[in-house]
């Protein structure tokens, strides 16, 4: 059974950091295309960045770009979001997903029907 764990989030200042890991146990990642979506309460879920099999490519939202940093460590099973300059838009809860294949555009990367595994989340504050 594959399992999809969250950490990390919490409560910032704006202008603050906060690093998001995600954990997968169950199914190896080194062959999936990984990425972070969020949902903000009232809004629809939204994508945020996504990484390439081996690491080698990633894509992020505009809002984000610049900011954030997503990596990954397949010897490990686990991915992570760097957030950096925290932002009371960045409210939200961060969620992990896993692909099913390598299958990697910036297309197809930052489209939610592409993951087949989802954590359920780690919320993350910045008061305004």
């Known amino acids: 059974q594959v399992s999809v764990v969250e950490y990390g989030g919490g409560w910032a200042q704006p202008g603050d950091s906060l690093r998001l890991t995600c954990a997968v146990t169950?199914?190896?990642?080194?062959?999936?295309?990984m990425a972070w979506f969020r949902q903000g309460s009232g809004r629809d879920r939204e994508f945020v960045a996504a990484i390439m099999w081996n690491g080698r490519s990633t894509v992020y939202a505009e809002s984000v770009k610049g900011r954030f940093t997503i990596s990954r460590n397949n010897a490990v099973n686990t991915m992570a979001l760097q957030m950096n300059s925290l932002k009371a838009a960045d409210t939200a809860g961060y969620c992990c997903?896993?692909?099913?294949?390598?299958?990697?555009?910036?297309?197809?990367?930052?489209?939610?029907?592409?993951?087949?595994?989802w954590g359920r989340g780690t919320g993350v504050t910045v008061p305004a």
């Open positions: 169950g199914r190896t990642i080194s062959t999936s295309t």
């Open positions: 997903a896993v692909g099913l294949t390598d299958a990697f555009t910036e297309g197809l990367a930052q489209d939610a029907r592409e993951y087949a595994y």
